[in-house]
């Protein structure tokens, strides 16, 4: 995608400075309707609620189409977890257990902190940060685990038949407290083993080495459609023989699978047209076989449809935690279009050639007929797997290059995601905190709603869908830099045209002011305020982030002699000015260059290069300060959302006659409710 970006998800992009949330909602966190978005603050996340506008404005059937669509994007919520880390869904079950039971005292010191471990848990779908990778180590002790164990009713625990409690607190125990027992969830370190080393469950028993070798057999350099090898499968080791497990119907996941395909099943028979419940046979097809070719034949199809009102994304896609990149998540979305917003990614995709046609890249390396790139707005009915609770601003897929070269790609950005981060950011303190001076702050606030939503359509819609590879090379050279790179790619494509005179020309922006706000926003966050999602001491780890680092770094560095950039000191405060928005414009389009020559060619040891160099260390004495101005702000710097529910309405017949939306406050009894309703695999210690 990748999601936030082909799906990345930008990937999974934020609103680049709208970090956090106040405590307590405030009369700016709310819509003008009293719509409050704010639902509560943890640790360093905050949880907001997105709205459904013009949902009671879709027929019946697509209502009823969203609904089914719905339920098997809630039904897959067990296979993430697993894929996670292997003793995730023991370990949820246990804590669902505990606060479903625990007789002891729930308002002590104890039980509070151990609440705020609970939802965190919740939050990145395992016991490991859904952005740094870390484990979490609980606030609470030990032996206070096990007394919370004891109090609870043991039958609801996940206890194996003659298992005691106390035997199973000392299997819990260094699982969740031992710092350096399965302590990453994706390693990434240079010269680390990177399979052994990850916690995530796409490996068991096996090697870094043992992996690519076993890959490097099933790849053909002369099929010019090559399917996503490895995508869909766990590989372990089986009577010391190395094997693959599909995830398909009967295999593994094979619970989780059936009951999607029981809502996709259902979600056909009310189809918008003949070729979107054609699409969907072929995903149940798919789900029920594990065979790759059925998934591109599933992604041509879905590529191809792209006059439907009610759209979705369900499967195995984006592989941002494996540590190869090449094993996918699952993950699932429902969504509608927007159509008046919709009007503006409408000029981008009609223009689509002309922004491929005058990009900076090596004319080798553009298309020389862009391809069925189909951009829409959409609202989201419902977030699942990997896009829930965190979700994306963007979504670009499919990810298959050989299937963007030949059928093209369907590039969204999510409205209503994007109006909840913007409604419940206004007035937290963020921007004038970090903005170089009030006259800065003033123009963002001005331009920055047009701005990012620009930003996000040109890197969805046409960044993602530029470019294409030299002939024979390998669609996975790049591995793990893989997918910072391509972040890297979409990114800079958006940024080269945000002050082109060509955006007010196509009604796009109101004056050049706009696409300045752009530069400002991505290196003011690039250069110093996206640490503050960095524990003191550590790397950046996650990709999205290693790609705004390495871009605004390397500008940074390569326009030192023209002081095209400058990082100042002012009363003991870091800030970022920009001196030249076009010299910096020509960086972009430099750098852009590269990045394409490095993706177009499988160039592993330059992209390395690339990102260990610019975008992984941080300097610890800037990291403290502003970390400290940070804290100051009682914000969180990272963002989930609570889902809507939908409720069918029956007839006396059980026929759906409508589907009504109803907005929820409790972000813990809807974690809570998805345990105990969807929930199909079992546990395994």
Known sequence: MKLLSKIVILSFMMILTNYGCSNSTTPETEAKDDFTYFVEQFGDIRILKYRLPGFE?????????????????????????????????????????????YSGDRNSADYKVFMTYVKKVFFANGIHHHYSSDKFIPGFSKEYLLTLLNGSDQSKLPLEPGLTVDKFALFLTPVLFDDSLFARKVEQREGADMVAGSASNFYEQVTQKEVEELYAGKKDPADPRPVSTGLNSKVTRVKGKIAEELYRSGGLYGAAIDEIIGWLLKAATVAESEMQKKEIEILIDYYKTGDLGKWDDYNVAWAGNTQSMVD????????????????????????????????????????????????????????????????????????????????????NLPNADWIRREVGSKSVTLANISAAYDIASQGNGFLEEFAFNAGEVERVKKYRSVSDALHTDLHECVGHASGKLAEGTDPNALKNYASPLEEARADLFALYYMTDKKMTELGLFPDGQAGEVAYDDYLRNGLITQIVRIKPGKDIEQAH???????????????????????????????????????????????????????????????????????????????????????????????????????PVYDSDGRITDVKVEYTDDYLGQMMNYGKNYSYLPTKN
């Open 57 to 101: 404005d879709l027929s019946l059937q697509q209502k009823e189409y969203v609904y089914y669509l719905s339920q098997a994007a809630l039904a897959g919520r067990d296979i993430l977890w697993d894929q996670n880390f292997r003793y995730n869904l023991l370990i949820r079950k246990t804590l669902e257990a505990i606060i479903d039971s």
């Open 312 to 395: 979705y994304i369900n499967g195995f896609i984006e592989t941002y935690e494996d540590p190869l990149g090449m094993k996918a998540t699952w993950e699932a979305i429902v969504n509608y279009t927007d159509v008046e917003a919709s009007k503006r990614t409408a000029v981008i995709t009609a223009n689509a050639q002309w922004f491929e046609d005058n990009s900076p890249i090596m004319p080798q390396y553009r298309k020389e007929k862009v391809t069925g790139v189909a951009a829409k707005v959409i609202n989201i009915a419902m977030l699942g797997g990997d896009c829930y609770p965190a979700s994306p601003l963007g979504i």
């Open 545 to 647: 982030m290693r790609c705004r680092s390495m871009i605004s770094h390397w500008v940074f560095e390569k326009g030192k002699a023209e002081n095209v950039v400058e990082v100042i000191s002012r009363d003991s405060k870091t800030y970022v000015k920009i001196n030249d928005y076009q010299k910096l414009r020509s960086l972009f389009g430099e750098l852009l260059k590269e990045i394409q020559r490095i993706k177009s060619e499988g160039d592993f040891e330059a992209g390395k290069k690339l990102i260990e160099e610019f975008g992984v260390k941080i300097d610890q004495q800037l990291h403290a300060e502003v970390l400290d101005r940070y804290a100051k702000l009682n914000l969180a710097p990272y963002t989930g959302f609570v889902n809507p529910v939908l409720l």
